[in-house]
Nanobody, 126 residues
Framework: QVQLVESGGGSVQAGGSLRLSCAAS????????MGWFRQAPGKEREGVAA????????YYADSVKGRFTISQDNAQNTLYLQMNSLKPEDTAMYYC???????????????????WGQGTQVTVSS
């Protein structure tokens, strides 16, 4: 059974940094695309960043470009999201996601996600 387990959320002041981690397990192959989504109260879930795990190509939402960095440690089957210069509008539940065959990785759209983590809360105060 596949599993995605996030960690690293918390509370930080505006301008601060956090690093999220996602440990993937149970996959016999891939997943070939992994990413991060977030959902704030009363808002739809939105894609934040994604990475093709085989070749390392990355994609970002415009709202986080230049501030967030997605990366992976293939040996540890772990995905990361380094978040710098955090803003109050970054406050949300952050979810790790996987698309097993890698399709539509660039789209950052939740409808193409196969597997979800349970989420980790990020709160940024002004």
């Amino acid at each position: 059974q596949v599993q995605l387990v996030e960690s690293g959320g918390g509370s930080v002041q505006a301008g601060g940094s956090l690093r999220l981690s996602c440990a993937a397990s149970g996959y016999t192959a891939g997943p070939y695309c992994m990413g991060w989504f977030r959902q704030a109260p009363g808002k739809e879930r939105e894609g934040v960043a994604a990475i093709y795990t085989g070749i390392g190509s990355t994609y970002y939402a415009d709202s986080v470009k230049g501030r967030f960095t997605i990366s992976q440690d293939n040996a540890q089957n772990t995905l990361y999201l380094q978040m710098n210069s955090l803003k109050p509008e970054d406050t949300a539940m952050y979810y790790c996601a996987a698309r097993r065959d890698g399709g539509y990785c660039y789209s950052l759209m939740s409808k193409y996600v196969d597997d979800w983590g349970q989420g980790t809360q990020v709160t940024v105060s002004s």
